[in-house]
């Protein structure tokens, strides 16, 4: 059973970070790419970033190049998602996603997905 626990949200200032993570299980972990997605309200949802299953290729969405960085821990199957020089446009729920292959540009696996952490970017 596929199972995906974000954590690591918050409240935090413009121009401050924050670093998610997602833990997971049910699956072989370090076979299969991962990617973060953001939902905020009334807005579609966005990927954010992607990786694949080594960690050593990744892709960002144009908003958040240069500020986040999408990284995993194959050993404790965990996703991370370091996000840094926050905007108030970023506040949003944050799901880590699997894909379907281990490339970092496999489709995504619109499967289980977890309950999401929730970010806000507010003075």
């Known amino acids: 059973q596929v199972q995906l626990v974000e954590s690591g949200g918050g409240l935090v200032q413009p121009g401050g970070s924050l670093r998610l993570s997602c833990v997971v299980s049910?699956?072989?972990?370090?076979?299969?790419?991962m990617s973060w997605y953001r939902q905020a309200p009334g807005k579609e949802r966005e990927l954010v970033a992607r990786?694949?299953?080594?960690?050593?290729?990744?892709n960002y969405a144009d908003s958040v190049k240069g500020r986040f960085t999408i990284s995993r821990d194959n050993a404790k199957n965990t996703l991370y998602l370091q996000m840094n020089s926050l905007k108030p446009e970023d506040a949003a729920v944050y799901y880590c996603?699997?894909?379907?292959?281990?490339?970092?540009?496999?489709?995504?696996?619109?499967?289980?997905w977890g309950p999401g952490t929730q970010v806000t970017v507010s003075s």
């Open positions: 996603v699997k894909l379907s292959g281990d490339s970092a540009y496999s489709p995504t696996d619109f499967g289980p």
């Open positions: 049910g699956f072989d972990f370090s076979y299969y790419g």
């Open positions: 990786v694949g299953g080594t960690g050593a290729v990744t």
